[in-house]
């Protein structure tokens, strides 16, 4: 079982690669207590892509992101 790291907004500019390193191997391990620990992840490393995404560029796959043509 993982266990979940845990940032506010303020920390995620403190974020390291290895950080997302680890958080990253959690979700591709998939072995979470509940669903909700794995969105929180999830969401998290959403986050940290928001405002570090040289960061989180080999994990890209794990957000499932897909650029939108809104016209």
Do not use: C
């Not at 920390?11 to 620990?37: C, K, M, S, W």
């Not at 992840?41 to 570090?52: E, G």
């Amino acid at each position: 079982m993982t266990t979940a790291l845990h940032f506010s907004n303020q920390d995620i500019g403190n974020v390291t690669a290895e950080d997302v390193a680890l958080l990253a191997g959690r979700l591709e391990q998939d072995d979470y207590a509940n669903p909700f620990e794995a969105l929180n992840d999830w969401h998290l490393l959403r986050a940290i892509a928001f405002q570090k995404s040289e960061l989180v560029e080999p994990y890209l796959y794990l957000l499932d992101i897909e650029a939108y043509d809104e016209e």
